[in-house]
């Protein structure tokens, strides 16, 4: 079973920046496709970034593109969410997930694991 863990998370002033990251302990995650997702109360969670299991593919929801960076370093097993330029619209949780050897851009159905979430809290 994989295990998630999300950190990074914290309250920032608009502007600023925040690095989030997912990372397994005692499972490689070089066999998975990464996302990441945001959830406002109340509301469903939804898709922001995605790295594929092999290469370097990456997508974006078109509101974070050229905000957002989702990255991997293999050698640290760890995905990474850098977030720039931070509104506070961008205030929710952030979950990063995983789905096993998924292609292309996959619906939310198709990740396997989900971390518990980590808080991000941005002021005007």
């Known amino acids: 079973q994989l295990q998630l863990v999300e950190s990074g998370g914290g309250l920032v002033q608009a502007g600023d920046s925040l690095r989030l990251s997912c990372t397994s302990s005692?499972?490689?995650?070089?066999?998975?496709?990464m996302g990441w997702f945001r959830q406002y109360p109340g509301k469903e969670r939804v898709f922001l970034a995605r790295?594929?299991?092999?290469?370097?593919?990456?997508y974006y929801e078109d509101s974070v593109k050229g905000r957002f960076t989702i990255s991997r370093d293999s050698a640290k097993n760890t995905v990474y969410l850098q977030m720039n330029n931070l509104k506070p619209e961008d205030t929710a949780k952030y979950y990063c997930?995983?789905?096993?050897?998924?292609?292309?851009?996959?619906?939310?159905?198709?990740?396997?694991?989900w971390g518990q979430g980590t808080q991000v809290t941005v002021s005007s």
């Open positions: 997930a995983a789905d096993y050897h998924g292609l292309g851009l996959a619906p939310i159905f198709d990740y396997d694991y």
């Open positions: 005692g499972h490689s995650l070089s066999s998975y496709a």
């Open positions: 790295i594929a299991w092999r290469g370097t593919d990456t």
